[in-house]
Structure formats: structure tokens, C-alpha cells
């Protein structure tokens, strides 16, 4: 994970005010957009990007991402997948405008 952030980071220059991170939950990892808040640019604020739950009793992933009713949706072109490698592949070509806008 800290290799696939590292690379679509932004710039060093506008991370402190807008920047990509991960955070582990359990069997889940969530990708989520840290910026500054439009009132009060010392506040951050966190927009999820992309989540994805390892099943481990099916050795496979399933990927959601979040509509704007702020709840996580299975990705529908392809909701599960065999690898992590797999599912940050999906995230970041994006091809349904699910994850990036």
C-alpha cells in the first residue's frame, strides 16, 4: 500500500492542502483524500476514495466506493477480486468515474 500512495500522491508542494492516504480497519483498507477544510483551511478533512474488505474464508477482496448518499456501494463493473494487486489496479484506472470523479 505505501508504494501505490506514494505514487499518486500529489506534488510535496500542495500536500498540505490536499493529499492521499490509507488507513486499515480490520480486514479493511480504505484509500481517502485529506484537504483542507473551505471555512477553516487548518482543518482536514478526510473523503474516502475507495474501500476494499479482504473475505478471508474465500481468499478474495471485495471493492466498494462511496456515492454521494456517503455510503460505501459494492463496485458493480467488478465487486470482488482474487488480489490487493488486483483492486488497486481497478482504483486507479478508474474506468466508471466511481473512485476519481
Known amino acids: 500500500m505505501e508504494n501505490f500512495i506514494?505514487?499518486?500522491r500529489p506534488k510535496e508542494e500542495i500536500r498540505d492542502r490536499i493529499d492521499i492516504a490509507y488507513k486499515?480497519?480490520?480486514q479493511s483498507?480504505?484509500?481517502f483524500e485529506i484537504r483542507s477544510s473551505l471555512r477553516?483551511?487548518?482543518l482536514k478533512i478526510e473523503h474516502?476514495?475507495?474501500k476494499t474488505v479482504h473475505v478471508?474464508?474465500?481468499n478474495q477482496w471485495k471493492i466498494y466506493w462511496m456515492k454521494r448518499d456517503l455510503k460505501w456501494h459494492p463496485?458493480?463493473?467488478?465487486p470482488v477480486v482474487k488480489t490487493l494487486k488486483k483492486f488497486l489496479k481497478i482504483v486507479t484506472e478508474d474506468e466508471?468515474?466511481?473512485f476519481w470523479g
Not at 463496485?75 to 467488478?78: A, C, G, S
Open 48 to 50: 474516502p476514495i475507495a
Open 6 to 8: 506514494n505514487r499518486i
Open 24 to 26: 486499515i480497519e480490520k
Open 40 to 42: 477553516d483551511p487548518m
Open 29 to 31: 483498507i480504505i484509500i
Open 56 to 58: 478471508k474464508s474465500k
Open 75 to 78: 463496485y458493480d463493473p467488478e
Open 96 to 98: 466508471k468515474g466511481c
